[in-house]
T-cell receptor, first 117, second 118 residues
């Protein structure tokens, strides 16, 4: 059971370049999300999805695109990288049944460190 | 919007002693979940403990326990018999679960860096 797999673990980009951070989970989780972690800021939600074909914006969505064509994959796209997007990115997934009352827990990937020069 | 505040940027504790990390949150909702996550130097986010707001009983997981005060909107984490491996950044997090269905967002505090001294 691989859990949540993020690739790449490290990436250096130049301003204006584009790239995709990949996230895959093998736990059949409906909910998937992307966070960025910056020093002194905690983790902030970028985008999330509650199922295939459904995505929504989080707290800091500008400059990022997502899509959810399958339950397993939730890639994060940077169309034109900026130095302000230098950060550590985490993908997280969980079982979040609509209307289900229970303790829902996110499983996190190992993180991807992105540097934009 | 919900907010989560961790007022202690850094804490330290002697090995084998007890430490309490503070967390307060602001919400107008009655149904939600609270979490403590641990992030060691490996960067991996690890769930420490979770609390359902509708449960009055405080959650415990081995050496980790919480003091959940719903009226005061306080959710502190107590680590007993601290071990060197407990050294990490600890994040408090709030998750709404309202009837809207798609609002399963996790709001994190800024974290408390815990140092364990031998």
């Amino acid at each position: 059971n691989a859990g949540v797999t993020q690739t790449p673990k490290f990436q250096v980009l130049k301003t204006g370049q584009s790239m995709t951070l990949q996230c895959a989970q093998d736990m059949n989780h409906e909910y998937m999300s992307w966070y960025r972690q910056d020093p002194g800021m905690g983790l902030r939600l970028i985008h999330y999805s509650v199922g295939a074909g459904i995505t929504d914006q989080g707290e800091v969505p500008n400059g990022y695109n997502v899509s959810r064509s399958t339950t397993e994959d939730f890639p994060l796209r940077l169309l034109s990288a900026a130095p302000s997007q230098t950060s550590v990115y985490f993908c997280a997934s969980g079982l979040f049944g609509l209307g289900v009352r229970g303790a829902n827990v996110l499983t996190f990937g190992a993180g991807s460190r992105l540097t934009v020069l | 919007a919900q907010t989560v505040t961790q007022s202690q940027p850094e804490m330290s504790v002697q090995e084998a002693e007890t430490v309490t990390l503070s967390c307060t949150y602001d919400t107008s909702e009655s149904d939600y979940y609270l979490f403590w996550y641990k992030q060691p130097p490996s960067r991996q986010m690890i769930l420490v403990i979770r609390q359902e707001a509708y449960k009055q009983q405080n959650a415990t997981e081995n050496r980790f326990s919480v003091n959940f005060q719903k009226a005061a909107k306080s959710f502190s984490l107590k680590i007993s018999d601290s071990q060197l491996g407990d050294a990490a950044m600890y994040f408090c997090a709030y998750q709404t679960q309202n009837s809207g269905g798609s609002n399963y967002k996790l709001t994190f505090g800024k974290g408390t860096l815990l140092t364990v001294n031998p």
